[in-house]
């Protein structure tokens, strides 16, 4: 585009660049939820590594919310209710579960990382826009003969 727009290229470059920052706040928050994701994978990884040599029948402490937890006793360490989706839990042995958990994080890494890029391509895409606005502002300044007051 030229230095110079006219009022339709002026209103149908704000609306895109309405719709990028929409966008790009979208996925801001798409990113901090597998964030948290991927952490709570790498402590439930951090938490099955630890068990994996106690004994059955050891008192540990359960995390029940909000820095709250309650003493339990381990009936079985050989195994570990795992969730696999859509409110799906089921059973794997430990070595499994630890396998299934690194996979998963391995997904989730993968993602994080192509919203990464996005937001990114988002973020060049609004600067270019707003460079295209400047140009013109710069431009219509120019082209305004100066008054003496």
């Known amino acids: 585009m030229s230095g110079v727009l006219n009022q339709q290229q002026l209103a149908e470059l704000s609306e895109k660049h309405q719709v990028y920052q929409y966008q790009a706040e979208s996925i801001a928050q798409q990113i901090?939820?597998?964030?948290?994701?991927?952490?709570?994978?790498?402590?439930?990884?951090?938490t099955i590594t630890a068990l994996k040599d106690e004994p059955s029948g050891i008192?540990?402490?359960v995390p029940i919310g909000f820095g709250s937890f309650v003493k339990a006793n381990?009936?079985?360490?050989?195994?570990?209710?795992?969730?696999?989706?859509?409110?799906?839990?089921?059973?794997?042995?430990?070595d499994d579960a630890r396998s299934f958990l690194e996979k998963r994080k391995d997904e989730l890494t993968k993602y994080y990382d192509q919203l990464n890029t996005t937001?990114?391509?988002?973020?060049?895409?609004l600067q270019n826009i707003e460079k295209i606005?400047?140009?013109h502002q710069q431009s219509q300044q120019q082209q305004q003969p100066m008054r003496a007051e």
Do not use: P
Request: aromatic fraction near 0%; charge should be neutral.
């Open 74 to 94: 381990l009936v079985n360490t050989d195994t570990i209710v795992v969730g696999i989706g859509a409110g799906v839990s089921v059973e794997k042995k430990i």
């Open 32 to 46: 901090n939820m597998v964030k948290l994701t991927i952490k709570d994978v790498e402590t439930a990884l951090t």
């Open 59 to 61: 008192e540990t402490l």
């Open 119 to 125: 937001i990114a391509k988002i973020g060049q895409e």
């Open 133 to 135: 606005v400047q140009k």
